[in-house]
């Protein structure tokens, strides 16, 4: 599948831009992590130089040793094992075979695997299903609509990027248009570097995401996730006062304008996760650009607070990592964690292949913030 992603991302502009460079024999730019990785990791020379170096160092045997601890629980009669990737966040469900434990021409929100899934996935945050290869396109899109209502390429359905500006190297599915694959490879390395949570400049942005590994690097991009609840409960009484009382601006980038404008969205920096109704840091840095100017929070402030709020993203303690392997599925909440691909794998391929689900509950949808203890119910608009 991965060789004919390739062929069609030759055609686009980013690529031939990007493959220029490499037909020069330039070493990937060190403005991007991807590209300073490789500079400290390598002695240097010439690109191809470079990524035969790094190949070299790469160039390893796979074997299963040590020891993987985990829960065991049986549902529908299917014997999986839970192993944790952190004490807080992220489950590797092992046990499972997607297209043969879940009736994929049937997307039962209550079937009682979905139930466990949907539960567990509430509580930890992040799932990895490893071994799903065989899955189809379509088969993931199925998959999905257990969990919620399939989005857009970026949630929201009104939301139809049209921008002449070229955002990464991102390719439509052929037949599927509600995906995108996210290719890297030599010539037009790329990833999504930098903590954030999926399209939270659109209005509803989509609850959940789910990436599928169709090639992975031997070692390095793997994908790490950021608990929102604890950089929430890591901050001081006084900032967190603080914090409930403002809104954020969340920005796209120009990539994502539809009509020659930016997407923007407000939201509340505190948000009442709507399903278990604790309260997670709505702030991250990808998309956050400022307080709403109605609050007029002086310069100053600002300045400290933001800081202060995004210094809470990829503390250890918060954070878990996700080692990709060809045929794993992600599922995360993007109310609940941020995230981030280490963009450390120069000059190996990763290709992945991304769908974004919304809450069925369209009430749901639009973040919002209830102080703990009042019963709020969710925006219905
Ligand atoms: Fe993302």
């Known amino acids: 599948m991965s060789e004919a992603i390739y062929a069609e991302l030759k055609n686009t502009p980013a690529y031939v831009r990007g493959a220029e460079r490499a037909r020069q024999n330039k070493a990937p730019s060190r403005s991007t992590p991807l590209g300073s990785v490789a ?4 002695s240097g020379g010439s690109r191809r130089d470079m990524a035969e170096e790094l190949r070299a ?27 944790p990737l952190q004490p807080s966040i992220g489950t590797a469900v092992h046990g499972l075979d997607v297209a043969e434990h879940l009736d994929l021409d049937d997307p039962d929100p209550n079937a009682e695997l979905v139930v466990f899934l949907r539960t567990l996935w509430l509580q930890r945050r992040v799932l990895a299903f490893r071994g799903q290869g065989h899955l189809s396109r379509q088969q993931m899109v199925q998959f999905a609509r257990h969990f919620g209502e399939v989005g857009a390429q970026y949630g ?3 939301h139809k990027p049209n921008s002449p500006h070229i955002l990464g190297h991102q390719v439509a599915a052929p037949g599927i248009p509600d995906m995108l694959i996210l290719p890297s490879d030599e010539a037009v390395p790329g990833a999504a570097s930098g903590w ?20 992975a690097p031997p070692i390095g991009g793997d994908t790490c996730f950021c608990d929102c609840y604890g950089m929430w409960e ?19 980038n120009v990539g994502h304008q539809m009509d020659g404008k930016t997407p923007a969205s407000v939201h509340p920096a505190a948000r009442t996760h709507p399903e278990t109704g604790r309260t997670t840091l709505y702030v991250q840095q990808g998309f956050v650009r400022k307080f709403a100017d109605e609050h007029e929070v002086p ?6 607070l933001l800081l202060q709020l995004k210094l809470q993203e990829g503390r250890p303690e918060y954070t878990c990592r996700l080692r990709w392997q060809e045929g794993t599925i992600a599922l995360w909440d993007n109310r609940a964690v941020l995230h981030t691909a280490s963009a450390d794998f120069w000059p190996h391929r990763r290709t992945m292949e991304r769908l974004t689900i919304l809450d069925f ?21």
Not at 299 to 304: G, I, L, S, T, W
Request: hydrophobic share 30%; aromatic share 6%; glycine share 4%.
């Open 57 to 83: 160092q790469d160039d390893l045997t796979a074997e299963r040793f040590g020891t993987v601890y985990y829960k065991p629980a049986t549902v529908a009669g299917i014997d999986l094992k839970l192993e």
């Open 196 to 215: 954030h949570a999926d399209a939270t400049w659109q209005q509803r942005p989509p609850m959940a995401s789910m990436l599928m590994c169709r090639e």
């Open 39 to 42: 500079a400290a990791r390598s």
């Open 361 to 381: 509950n369209e009430a749901r949808r639009k973040p919002y913030y209830a102080p703990p203890g009042e019963t709020a119910e969710a925006p219905s608009d």
């Open 234 to 252: 890591g901050l001081p009484r006084e900032t967190k006062e603080r914090v409930a009382s403002l809104t954020a601006v969340h920005v796209g």
């Open 299 to 304: 310069e100053d402030e600002a300045h400290k």
């Open 156 to 158: 929201e359905r009104q």
